[in-house]
């Protein structure tokens, strides 16, 4: 067969926020850190806005707000726009900044060649017992993911740790792959989640108020949709606002 059209190219959110930032400059935009949405009203041509700053509270008035405040958004709250959906708790994922074995990686395609299991390309690899993700980053350290269905869905409830990461993969691939810190101060990624949410807001738009990114809709977290299609949201409205 031909080769895949379709590629997934990955690019760390530190250096997505890093081009935002100096285009936003570049634009002569004003980023204030550390100030929040406390209030909103509308009016016919305008919307003002009221904001808790480090020093105090003020208003602020444009023609249009856009809320790309995130999943638990004020903007879309305020704006009384509701957010249904539906949630599980039977999934738990982990995700780790790590070192692996330097034999295991293929210097050729940047994939695992893992004893007693195989090769492994990068990013996404299923199995029947849920998935396992590995992939390098440009800083030289490797990132690995699992994905495991729990039956009653608590799964113990306790924090990920290096153990935990390492024996979640054995379980999914059947196989050992070790795992030690990266080298260097970090911090360095250790995350765990139980359970994922689907929820899409009832409308994008109340009056002058739109929604865009996880304030709109939230995903399933594999392949980075919330990310993707948040940075599609503010360019598709950009234009036409």
Do not use: C
């Not at 690995?144 to 999914?172: C, K, M, P, Q, Y």
């Not at 995350?191 to 002058?208: M, N, S």
């Amino acid at each position: 067969l031909d080769d895949n059209p379709f590629y997934l190219l990955p690019v760390p959110q530190t250096r997505i926020e890093r081009v935002l930032a100096d285009r936003a400059a570049e634009l002569g935009v004003e980023v204030r850190w550390g100030h929040e949405l406390a209030g909103l009203s509308q009016h016919a041509d305008a919307v003002t806005v009221e904001v808790a700053g480090p020093t105090g509270r003020y208003e602020i008035s444009g023609r249009y707000l856009v809320g790309a405040d995130g999943a638990h958004s004020t903007t879309r709250k305020l704006a009384g726009i509701d957010f249904p959906g539906a949630a599980s708790d039977d999934i738990v994922l982990r995700i780790a900044e790590v070192a692996v074995p330097e034999e295991f990686v293929d210097p050729a395609t940047g994939g695992l060649n893992l004893p007693g299991y195989g090769y492994i390309s990068p990013m996404y690899h299923r199995t029947e017992r849920g998935v396992f993700a590995y992939a390098r980053l440009p800083s030289r350290t490797d990132m690995v993911f699992t994905l495991e269905w729990v039956t009653g869905g608590s799964d113990n409830g306790t924090a990920s740790t290096l153990e935990d990461v390492h024996d979640s993969i054995h379980r999914v691939l059947g196989a050992d792959l070790p795992l030690r810190p990266p080298d260097g101060r970090g911090p360095y990624r250790l995350d765990r989640w139980v359970g994922v949410q689907t929820r899409l807001a009832d409308r994008y738009r109340d009056g002058r108020v739109l929604l865009v990114g996880d304030a709109a809709h939230v995903h399933f977290v594999v392949g980075g949709p919330g990310l993707n299609l948040g940075l599609q949201d503010a360019v598709n409205l950009g234009w036409k606002l």
